[in-house]
């Protein structure tokens, strides 16, 4: 067996998570060597049910169709001892030591942010997180949510707009889309972004998952910020874990009246930055790194605020019809590196509308 197949089979034995698996990683020196380290060795360092799974070799079968799933085009398998595993992620608490990828894998290496919220969003809040996903985007950072309904599928959809694409983190084998609902934007994310999963393929939704999955969103980013939240949603949990991990912590306030608005005033008063903009976030995180080679740089006009000369071209490029981005370019004879921005900027303004297929509409 080699030592990547110990690694896959120790990583995928029930109840071997990762704590267990970095002690005995520590403890043996590698995966082969735990593997074969035998019941008495391993009993002083896992629970007598997980030393039974070892003994069983429980973790055989999953390896092996993780590997042969790693095969097929854009699918990889990413390991602790990979040059390309994210520094952020492997220094956060519990960094898990094998994690199923499908899409850009150079994704890993670019500027992460969390765009998090509620299952159930508000129109509102579904548009609020969908213009900021894009904003960040724009400026270089790759988006980081969970794939689920509401606000996640919302920062996703926005972020994939832009330069900096994004990131789902899923908590499910990475074989199965849940909800159902998002299938077509799994599958966007496949080809245009990346999602991870630490789970064997074929594993369902369990409540169980969840919380896993959102320490590796928290662990992955700069900073996470939560958009819309009730006390009890699932996205405070990333939050806290955020906290944990050394990152920064932001939320959007909303209606006193609304029920959705309560998890983000409480995450404000307990200290997280109260954010009304873009602006607000690169304050508290800063902008990006530019990522490497092909990728165009963001123009430094809409770096700040954008060039007002330059703004009103493209309205006047746009007319009052809705008109697709190609278009558009052809028509002020800018890059889309340099355009975004500048829409971005006017859309906050009132001024442009995003429509469905990547058109746009002047509105004044």
């Known amino acids: 067996m080699s030592e990547r197949s110990a690694w896959a089979t120790l990583a995928l034995t029930p109840g071997v998570g990762p704590a267990a698996f970095l002690r005995l990683i520590e403890r043996f020196g590698s995966a082969s060597a735990a593997l074969g380290a035998g019941r008495t060795a391993w009993s002083t360092l896992v ?3 997980t030393a039974d799974a070892l003994a069983a070799e429980a973790g055989a079968a999953a390896a092996e169709a993780a590997l042969a799933w790693s095969e097929q ?3 990889f398998l990413l390991t602790l ?5 994210p520094e952020r992620l492997a220094q956060s608490p519990s960094p898990p030591p094998l994690l199923f990828g499908r899409g850009r894998r150079e994704l890993l290496a670019r500027d992460m942010l969390a765009v998090v919220g509620s299952r159930k969003a508000s129109a509102q809040g579904a548009q609020s997180a ?3 996903a894009r904003a960040l985007s724009a400026q270089g950072y790759t988006v980081v949510s969970g794939l689920a309904a509401g606000i996640d599928a919302a920062a996703h959809q926005g972020a994939l707009e832009a330069l900096g694409a994004s990131i789902a983190v899923v908590g499910t084998g990475i ?13 966007r994310l496949a080809s245009e972004g990346l999602i991870l999963s630490e789970f064997a393929l074929g594993s369902g939704p369990l409540a169980a998952h969840f919380p896993q999955r959102n320490r590796i969103i928290a662990g992955l980013c700069r900073g996470c910020l939560v958009v819309e939240a009730g006390t009890e949603s699932g996205s405070l949990i990333t939050a806290r874990l955020a906290l944990e991990a050394g990152r920064e912590v932001m939320a959007v306030p909303g209606s006193i009246l609304s029920p959705l608005s309560r998890g ?3 995450l404000i008063r307990e200290g997280a930055r109260l954010v009304e903009s873009a602006d607000d976030i690169f304050d508290e995180v800063g902008r990006p790194a530019l990522p490497p080679a092909a990728d165009a740089p963001v123009a430094t006009a809409a770096e700040e605020d954008g060039d007002d000369a330059a703004c009103t071209a493209i309205l006047d490029a746009m007319g009052f019809d809705p008109v697709d981005l190609d278009t558009l370019l052809g028509r002020v004879g800018l890059t889309a590196a340099a355009i975004y921005p500048m829409l971005l900027a006017l859309e906050m303004q009132g001024r442009v509308a995003v429509l469905g297929g990547n058109r746009y509409q002047r509105l004044s």
Request: aromatic share 10%; with cysteine.
């Open 264 to 266: 983000c005033h409480r």
């Open 47 to 49: 629970p007598r049910e």
């Open 130 to 132: 969908h213009a900021f």
């Open 81 to 85: 001892l990979d040059d390309d595993y």
């Open 175 to 187: 074989d199965r889309v849940y909800p159902a609902s998002n299938r077509a934007l799994a599958h």
């Open 73 to 75: 085009e854009g699918c």
